[in-house]
């Protein structure tokens, strides 16, 4: 039972434009959720969160859009750079940041 | 300011050997701890979190075990390993709003 998804196993964007992830969640009890980038033979850094309570959080580059009702969320980055070609996780909790939730990831390919 | 080692960066093991990876945290204490795998391909399976010492919760009923012998060291272990367990293995703590990762073990079963 996949309670988190990520669709898109891969996404090519060209550098300066929009990168779009998508992530989707069945378990309504979900209350805050992450991104990660990871690199290859690395541990995943953290991003990126949002609480159940807001439906858009940003930092810098990068923005985090929550739907709620759709129980969707994305992580838009503008502009790309080729330093963000990773892979993305997105991951959900009941319980803050304990016992996380994670979906397949989407690797992400940032062209010049 | 916090950080988490693990060890060894990259293992080969022969089925049916033993496994003991280790992880330890510094700059915290009491810190939630957990094990993940990221099988080829896959996203993170949370395998073991511990709130405390000698604490253990496990999420999936598998080939290994878990321990916390301190309140900083998080060890995943196996009498005999399966090709199946295979994969990068994470170490993670708890902060504030986030998880933090350890650099991860490669495992790969022969």
């Known amino acids: 039972d996949q309670q988190v998804k990520q669709n898109s196993p891969s996404l090519s964007v060209q550098e300066g434009r929009i990168s779009i992830l998508n992530c989707d969640y069945t378990n309504s009890m979900f209350d805050y959720f992450l991104w990660y980038k990871k690199y290859p033979a690395e541990g995943p850094t953290f991003l990126i969160s949002i609480s159940s309570i807001k439906d858009k959080n940003e930092d810098g580059r990068f923005t985090v859009f929550l739907n709620k009702s759709a129980k969707h969320l994305s992580l838009h980055i503008v502009p790309s750079q080729p330093g963000d070609s990773a892979v993305y996780f997105c991951?959900?909790?009941?319980?803050?940041?304990?016992?996380?939730?994670f979906g397949q990831g989407t690797r992400l390919t940032i062209n010049p | 300011s916090q950080t988490i080692h693990q060890w060894p960066a990259t293992l080969v093991q022969p089925v049916g050997s033993p496994l003991s990876l280790e992880c330890t945290v510094e700059?915290?204490?009491?810190?939630?701890l957990y094990w993940y795998r990221q099988a080829a391909g896959r996203g993170l399976q949370l395998l073991f979190y511990s709130v405390g010492i000698g604490q253990i919760s496990s999420e999936v009923p598998q080939n290994l075990s878990a321990s916390r012998p301190q309140d900083r060291q998080f060890i995943l272990s196996s009498k005999k390993l399966l090709l199946s367990d295979s994969g990068f293995y994470l170490c993670?703590?708890?902060?504030?709003?986030?998880?933090?990762f350890g650099p991860g073990t490669r495992l790969t079963v022969l």
């Open positions: 991951a959900a909790s009941a319980q803050g940041a304990q016992k996380l939730v």
């Open positions: 700059g915290t204490s009491n810190p939630n």
């Open positions: 993670a703590w708890t902060g504030t709003d986030t998880q933090y």
